[in-house]
């Protein structure tokens, strides 16, 4: 007999805390929520809702000092109708759940394993030290599971189309191993495909809860329905995203002011319509070719013979051609390992060069030497993907944006490189007190605005942003990218604007260029191709999307459900 429906967790007045310099921070506070067997709960919030934190301390994993579970309880039942509060038990005790009766898939794969040794090892010593079972029977188990995963198709990173196969994965292997499954994630599309019930956090509370059609068909809080809008739509063309603060507004006290009473409200109020747009496109596609690659190829060596030459090449990027307009958006999109970030280095001659032509604003970047160079880059710039690693540790985030101008000899001194820099950090609206603070004390979507001034610090024409949203949370990626939109309109920039992510990318280009293994597949005006993508590969992208508009999801749900 089944026993789904039955209580497998419940979490009840749960509190846990940090100790910080500012004093004891709640980064869990008074939450309580139960998991059925076979069910699956997808938890949504942005950085810091405290929604990673409620799963650690579900494990027992939180680092202590200077964290601690302050209170509450976490009762596992286990098959028998046992009732354990995970809380209660020893670190002894609590080993034979952790691994055996629940496990944890961490947000970082790059980070999850230990490089010296072996996946399979690795695999092993958990069946090993938790089944009691031979080495050989061990080995036997582990290749079954490698089977069921689909372990013969390597992947580095979750773009759209190995993402929709891990949540593929994960249903399917929820139901063969009777499992339940806590999934936490910031986009509500994701939590669409996935879940039965979702719980929303904000600033370690739960806000509000319900099943998927709860949540999506009537959403009662605020910060719920800027979770729904702030994802680019893929049906309309807007100005502007949504955001949290499109929806509420907070005070001191913790009083929330609704601002929008609806999602379709404030998404209606930013579209644009197909003549403004058509106005725009055709208004760029008049203004002069600022860059041009003309048969690009950039190759790395694999293996060489006796002689040092190379006997075989990773082509990367592989004859690519194509121009871009003064003050338009060009993107660039395909899966992982498609060659877009090459390329956006191989125009900035960050990485060597095969073969091929790269002409910026009339000069052969490829020609220049290195004094040249320098003074070229003045106009090219680029921000990263992550914006944690963009930024020196050790440099206050006022001289990392300051640096560029002293390196290139910008403004005659440092009174006035100053002044810019504050400016500059006005513009991506961050505080002039933030000047002397370093980049540990930022958020993630601080560090990337922070990065953002720093490339404008040379006043550059060009900017390649290379995936510089995607590790972003859905809330604060939509105030990233409509603070690009406004600097573009300002300051005339050029973008190409490089992204795994489909939506995103139509959102915010004109025309599109579509990569796969190195070649273009696809090429044309962004609308043009995700309505009517001729290519099977561009085809696959876009089918693979998480489809998060409402009424999209609302059909979907009301087929599936």
């Known amino acids: 007999m089944s026993d789904t429906g039955k209580i497998l967790l419940e ?20 939450i309580s929520f139960t998991l059925n067997r076979g069910e699956t709960i997808g938890i949504v919030g ?54 055996n009766e629940i496990s944890m898939i961490f947000q970082e794969p790059m980070t999850s394993l230990n490089p010296v040794f072996k996946c399979g090892e690795q695999v092993m010593e958990a069946i090993i030290l938790h089944q009691k079972v031979s080495k050989q029977k061990a080995i036997e188990i582990t290749l079954a599971m490698f089977e069921k995963v689909k372990l013969h198709e390597p992947t580095t990173a979750l773009d759209v189309t190995v993402q929709a196969t891990i949540l593929d994965l994960m249903a399917k292997l929820k139901g063969e191993i009777d499992s339940s499954i806590m999934f936490i994630t910031h986009d509500l599309g994701v939590i669409a495909e996935i879940a039965d019930r979702v719980l929303v956090m904000y600033k370690g509370k739960i806000v509000e809860q319900g099943t998927v059609l709860e949540i999506f068909g009537n959403p009662k ?63 760029v596609m008049a203004a002069k070719t600022i860059l041009q690659l003309k048969n690009v190829k950039t190759w790395f060596p694999m293996g060489k013979n006796f002689l040092g030459k190379p006997t075989d090449y990773v082509k990367a990027v592989d004859d690519v051609t194509f121009d871009v307009h003064e003050g338009e958006t060009l993107g660039l999109v395909g899966e992982s390992g498609c060659g877009k970030t090459t390329l956006g280095r191989t125009i900035l001659r960050l990485v060597p060069t095969h073969s091929g032509e790269i002409i910026f604003d009339g000069k052969n970047v490829l020609e ?46 440092e009174k006035i490189r100053k002044e810019k820099v504050l400016d500059l ?37 060009f900017i390649i942003c290379d995936e510089s949203v995607s590790a972003l949370d859905v809330s604060v990626q939509a105030q990233v990218l409509n603070l690009l939109i406004q600097l573009r309109e300002e300051f005339k920039f050029t973008y190409i604007f490089i992204s795994h992510d489909l939506s995103v990318v139509k959102f915010m280009s004109d025309r599109m260029v579509v990569m796969n293994k190195g070649k273009i597949e696809e090429m044309g005006i962004s609308d043009d191709i995700y309505n009517n993508p001729q290519r099977e590969y561009t085809q696959k992208l876009i089918a693979a999307i998480p489809k998060g508009e409402l009424g999209d999801i609302m059909k979907r749900l009301a087929v599936t459900r």
């Open 221 to 283: 809080h605020p910060y719920t329905k800027s979770l729904l809008a702030c994802r680019p739509p893929l049906g309309k063309r807007l100005s502007k995203l949504p955001t949290v603060v499109d929806f509420m507004e907070e005070k001191e006290d913790g009083t929330v002011i609704e601002k929008h009473t609806s999602v379709a409200d404030a998404i209606n109020a930013v579209v644009i319509s197909d003549e403004v747009t058509s106005a725009r496109r055709e208004k």
């Open 425 to 461: 950090l006005n513009k991506v609206n961050m505080k002039p007190e933030h000047f002397n603070r370093y980049p540990h004390e930022f958020s993630g979507g601080q560090r990337q605005r922070i990065c953002i001034a720093r490339a404008l610090a040379l006043n550059p024409k």
């Open 368 to 413: 220049q030497g290195q004094k040249d160079m320098m003074k070229l880059r003045e106009n090219m710039q680029i921000i990263f993907q992550d914006p944690y690693s963009s930024l020196n540790p050790r440099i206050t985030i006022g001289n990392a944006i300051m640096e560029p101008m002293t390196v290139h000899g910008i403004h005659a001194n």
């Open 46 to 99: 942005e950085s810091g809702s405290g929604k990673s934190v409620t799963s650690l301390s579900v494990m027992r994993l939180i680092p202590n000092p200077p964290g601690r579970i302050a209170s509450g309880e976490i009762n596992f039942y286990q098959k028998d109708g046992t009732k354990v509060d995970l809380t209660k038990i020893s670190e002894e005790e609590m080993r034979k759940f952790r691994g």
């Open 11 to 30: 979490v009840k007045n749960l509190v846990t805390e940090f100790k910080t310099d500012d004093g004891i921070v709640k980064a869990v506070n008074n």
